[in-house]
């Protein structure tokens, strides 16, 4: 069976991410509806991809489409899945994109449905280098499996793991690209002022992050060997206090996904 009606119920900032993948992919599905409670939301969304149909607040038609995808916060998933487990196709797939929320949790709140997929996607999908964990229920077919993965491959590496490590991968990949962002933002804007162009820093940026990752896992040296390796630190009197600021903030943020 080829699924190749896909809805959406949210249109937040995930929901657009992957359509921009799939479109940037030329991997838009054929039919997309997305609905969300927020009108400005859908018309954003529709002027970034036009391809697609949006209804307001409709859930009950976005349940009817073959893939049914949830991308919402964790606290509204319950309700929503009880106003469409009765308009569910039978041969449909249910996709969660919400941490926290097991697939045993919500196969029981669509009435005991059970081809089910949770994927924690993350922000670099937009431009097809996305690193999205997915976990399936057991009873999804082969086809419907290949189907999904098809997919959600071309947004980037979609690894199969363990359901119950998703948080520990929202935590890492999903959420991961916030912990630097800022910090390459504001390296560009004083490189600027040193004197290198944008185009220079468009170049050198990507490749010292990449060679940075490179050396720590296949230049066969220990961590303290690879810090090592350049030997002014000018941050060297901060590490305690920003490590500290991970295990603290971090810890705490993948206990609550875990309860």
Not at 118 to 142: C, D, K, L, W
């Amino acid at each position: 069976m080829q699924y190749s009606k896909i809805s959406f119920i949210g249109g937040g900032r995930i929901t657009k991410i992957l359509l921009l993948g799939w479109k940037r992919a030329g991997k838009l599905p054929p039919q997309i509806f997305v609905t969300d409670t927020n009108p400005d939301i859908l018309e954003n969304l529709k002027r970034d991809v036009p391809e697609i149909e949006t209804g307001v607040n409709n859930p009950a038609m976005a349940a009817g489409y073959d893939i049914i995808i949830i991308s919402l916060h964790p606290p509204i998933v319950g309700k929503v899945l009880l106003e469409i487990k009765s308009v569910v196709k039978p041969k449909a797939i249910v996709i969660s994109l919400a941490p926290k929320i097991s697939i045993a949790k919500i196969s029981e709140a669509l009435g005991g449905f059970r081809d089910i997929v949770r994927i924690n996607p993350n922000a670099p999908s937009i431009v097809n280098s996305g690193y999205n964990p997915i976990a399936f229920s057991s009873s999804i077919s082969e086809a419907g499996r290949e189907n999904v993965l098809t997919l959600f491959r071309a947004l980037g590496d979609c690894p199969e793991v363990p359901e119950e490590l998703l948080e520990a991968y929202a935590i890492v990949t999903a959420m991961g690209p916030t912990y630097f962002w800022f910090q390459l933002y504001e390296l560009q804007e004083l490189a600027r002022t040193f004197g290198l162009s944008a185009e220079t820093l468009k170049d050198a940026i990507p490749k010292m992050i990449n060679g940075a990752v490179k050396t720590m896992y296949e230049s066969g040296l220990n961590p303290q060997e690879v810090m090592d390796l350049i030997p002014v630190k000018p941050f060297v009197e901060d590490e305690s206090a920003i490590k500290g600021s991970y295990r603290n903030r971090l810890t705490a943020l993948y206990k609550k996904l875990k309860t």
